[in-house]
């Protein structure tokens, strides 16, 4: 490259290339006399920065000396469980993470998959359960914020926000500002970003109450030819930082993230970032424009660990060192040292290596958005990470074994012990079905989420074909006829009974969601939220959900291309249940033939596809009804999940069924419900033969989905040659849910109940 | 039709209205950057689209309404020239002063994204001739500061003059409270100026306009629109 190419900068003969200052020795870094005097390394440094002993002890092997405090910070922002991985990674390593179709599998951005037509689709789903909790709008916010700027950085427009909520128990004094708080921050950071939020999940257990879940999943569309990555190539590059300027805000925020709260959680607030969807919209906007300029070689955004991770896994993952010249980041405040710098998490920010030639053409998109830019270093031969700021050296570090080759755990677990199956006649029901319908309908497990969904836009950009309230979201690709279905799942309550099944069933519902819309599933991101790892249950849970995601995944050819693993989700010792929530992305060659869930007319058959075998163990009946958690979770066959779901996708694309419904929390008969009310027709239906009435209505065997026929016996006759179970339950029509030889519920009373509860929880005090 | 529609940093309904412009009238409007101090020639219907101009920091608005292309707008509606503000579009209509009157908070203090019944007021504006008076249509909402305030005098006079377009109703056309989602006074929806050239509304019309997707009801306003300028032409 030319000299000339390079204004302001320093051109590389071969050999390390260093800003003409004085060479400093080591010995002397950070001991500039231009520089304020740095806090003394002490153990009670150490061990506030989150660094174990045997942490630092390498640290020093590794770099041979005592580390300045900005080095410190450094590599507690890296090594820390948020950024690192460490007690996750050799289990995340056995999960199925390619296909044909499969782009980029995890350690970018995000996931990309192939959806023909030269389109791909980008997409992830990532936490943010410690900021919301201490501070839910703008940790809720920024959390969303964070997931788009990934799918963006890849070169994606995003079409589509989902999010899983996992809440304390309703009666928690905390749980209802967090419900209001996480709620407005999702909504305000994604509607005026300008992506409809068109699905998700939230539900409520005392074992969130001193942790919420906040976990976000965006979705973008890119051309497969024009998708952007983070490695940097090429030495002398250019390091260019675009976006809003760094403030003090969110400095620790992914070492806050990566330990339990005690009694001091509030005053980690400090620690959390502030969302400015407007700078992200116009970041967006920018981005994508300089991309199709051509100007980009590399790019990273500064999500967790800000200006530290960027630039060390944009070095880390090209094989190269990076230099940077902190005198040159636009800042917020004035006097900010190096360590705040590093550490900061302000939002809306991204790195990028920019072809030295095109340089001024991206500078000038950027200054027409308003948003700062400023080339803050360049890339070296070295594979050191150096950080010059006000005239010294203020880290010098093998940016390998800070990024991709930072410590690696095989910390011990303890499997779950496995809980005995229920047998369904041993449980007594204490309600009559009506009685129960009605209550659990009305329950805070099951009941309508519309106060959530209501307050995010789910219908900007003109592509939503099925808005939130169905199996699976649908969202059109540009003007069709392609669509995807987009979906969010878990069963904490499963997990916690046995991780491996729950891991499975997790897939699974997600799968089974994708397919009831008529989509084929192409691939997941799982976002995996557990306690303390250093907890030999804990980390039993983790290596037991993980095992059960790979192998669903496997059996059902439903890849894993990324995700996010956040721990320490615990308090004063008392871990969150396990939850490992699973995105999930399929595709509808034609979105106008996509199904729904409600009843269409009257007169149909209503058919069961699978078995009901009346599996009581961690339902919901048996907790919300019966008043016992209880029980081994029920058992997943992969091998009947494929065929079921295959089976009902043909059945959608060759135009057999006018219905279709997964049967997942609350059984058969809330299912029923659930297509029932939003046609305000009711079903008429037959008592079942064999086993006890609540157990076949409220079980929660898997596998199974609820469809309508006008022609039932064609179905019957394809189901026979497919060798999938189908039974005929009844009949759409009249007013009212009616077994036959129990009290008829009127489906308007129970959609009145389903309506109720969250709208009348939310106006309750506080 | 030659349709502009203005592009204000924040803005993000304007992909959305730009697509029913241009399914509708058969033309892609001009997108016009709110740092242009001239509308395209010959534009005969301007748009400002929905969105969060400038984040909706300070007023919902109120900073856009003094960008430099507001000027021209200004000017073009001064000349009779249609403008068709949605959403935030009407928002910034009423702080450029094109419009009266304010729009606050829901009266739930929550954003609202639903669909929502609206009583067609008058079809005998060129906003409305593709619909007959007393029609009710079904179009989403997606605001958090929809709540139409005005003073009694201001109320009065729109309400005298039927400057009133459209009004949140219930599906069979009746003005009820609890169809009114976000607590405007008189279920104003929406209205026009006095020389009737200008129209703010809070729903969002240009998203219920393809049959594929479900509903059409918002198809009639630009239908009408161009039905207008071809009868004027």
Redesign the interface.
Known sequence: MAAACLPGWWIISGGRRDLPLPKVESDKIGRSPLIRNEPAITPELIAQHGLKPDEYARIIKLIGRTPTFTELGIFSAMWNEHCSYKSSKIHLRTLPTTAPWVIQGPGENAGVIDIGDGLAVVFKMESHNHPSYIEPYQGAATGVGGILRDVFTMGARPIACLNALSFGDPSHPKTRSLVAGVV?GV??YG????VPTVGGEVRFHRRYDGNCLVNAMAVGIAETDKIFYSAASGVGMPIVYLGSKTGRDGIHGASMASAEFGADAEEKRPTVQVG????E??LLEACLEIMAADCVIAIQDMGAAGLTCSAVEMGAKGDLGVTLDLDQVPCRETGMSAYEMMLSESQERMLMVLKPDKEKQAEAIFRK??LDFAVVGHTTPTKRFLVRHGGAVMADLPIKELGDEAPVYDRPFRDTAAKAAIDPASVKPPLTLADALEKLIASSELCSRRWV???????????T?QRPGGDAAVV?IN??PKALALTADVTPRYCEADPFEGGKQAVAEAWRNLNAVGAKPLALTDNLNFGNPERPEIMGQLVGAIRGIGEAARVLDFPIVSGNVSLYNETNGSAILPTPTIGGVGLLDD??KSMTLAFKAAGQAILLVGEANGWLGQSVYLRDVCGREEGAPPPVDLAAERRHGEFVRVLIRDGLITAAHDVSDGGILVALAEMAMPAKIGAVLAAPPGIPAHAFWFGEDQARYLVTAPDPDAIARLAKAATVPLARLGVTGGRAIAIDGERPVPVDELRTRFEHWLPAYMAGPG | MKSAVLVFPGINRERDMARALRLISGRAPAMVWHADAELPSGTELVVIPGGFSYGDYLRCGAIAARAPIMDAVRGFAAKGGLVLAICNGFQIACEAGLLPGVLMRNAQLRFICRDVYLRVERSDTPFTRGYNAGQVIRVPVAHGEGNYIADGETIARLEGEGRVLFRYASPDGMVDPNWNHNGAMNAIAGIINERGNVLGMMPHPENHVEASMGRTDGRGLFAGLVDHFRRAA
């Open positions: 407005a909504g305000g509607n005026s970003f300008g400015d969807p407007f700078s919209k116009l958005w308003g969904f209501e307050q995010y836009d789910h219908v900007i950009l003109g592509n074909v059109r003007e069709g979105f106008t």
